[in-house]
T-cell receptor, first 114, second 113 residues
């Protein structure tokens, strides 16, 4: 039982390049989330998904797209990377949408955009 | 809007010292409150949570009590260890449904031997 995994762990991009971050969970969770972590700001929600084939915007969605084609996978895409997107990206999942439910986090992807 | 404010760090303590990390929140309704911990190079792990007023969450010697009257959820531990060195995040989910965490900025804890 691996929990939540993310690939890659590190990536360096040039401005304007594109990439996709992959998140996978093996807990059969319905809900998945993408956050970014920046110094002094905690984590902020980018996009989330309430089930296979459905996605929604979070607090900071601009410049990102997501897809949830399979229940266990949640992809985060950057179509044209910008230096402002340099950050650590975390994926999380939860079984339900109840506010009391625990979110389980992956190990993170450190992205640098030059 | 909903928000979480934590004490700024870093907090540096000697081993076996008492730890308090302050957390206050602003939310409408009845939020659930969480403390997550991030060890160096790792993702976030749930440390403890409380889902209603006066609840006490506890785990690994850490405790926090949901105080609605002071809108606080302070983290405490009686005797810290070097292995407790990490970043601690206070967070809330503002609604009963709609599991979207709102995080504080995080507090770095360094414990010296």
């Amino acid at each position: 039982n691996a929990g939540v995994t993310q690939t890659p762990k590190f990536r360096v991009l040039k401005t304007g390049q594109s990439m996709t971050l992959l998140c996978a969970q093996d807990m059969n969770h319905e809900y998945m989330y993408w956050y970014r972590q920046d110094p002094g700001m905690g984590l902020r929600l980018i996009h989330y998904s309430v089930g296979e084939g459905t996605t929604a915007k979070g607090e900071v969605p601009d410049g990102y797209n997501v897809s949830r084609l399979k229940k266990q996978n949640f992809l985060l895409g950057l179509e044209s990377a910008a230096p402002s997107q340099t950050s650590v990206y975390f994926c999380a999942s939860s079984k339900t949408s109840r506010g009391t439910d625990t979110q389980y986090f992956g190990p993170g992807t450190r992205l640098t955009v030059l | 809007g909903d928000s979480v404010t934590q004490m700024e760090g870093p907090v540096t303590l000697s081993e076996e010292a008492f730890l308090t990390i302050n957390c206050t929140y602003t939310a409408t309704g009845y939020p659930s409150l969480f403390w997550y911990v991030q060890y160096p190079g790792e993702g976030l792990q749930l440390l403890l949570k409380a889902t209603k007023a006066d609840d006490k969450g506890s785990n690994k010697g850490f405790e926090a009590t949901y105080r609605k009257e002071t809108t606080s959820f302070h983290l405490e531990k009686g005797s810290v260890q070097v292995s407790d060195s990490a970043v601690y995040f206070c967070a809330l989910t503002p609604m009963e449904y709609g599991n979207k965490l709102v995080f504080g900025a995080g507090t770095i804890l360094r414990v010296k031997s």
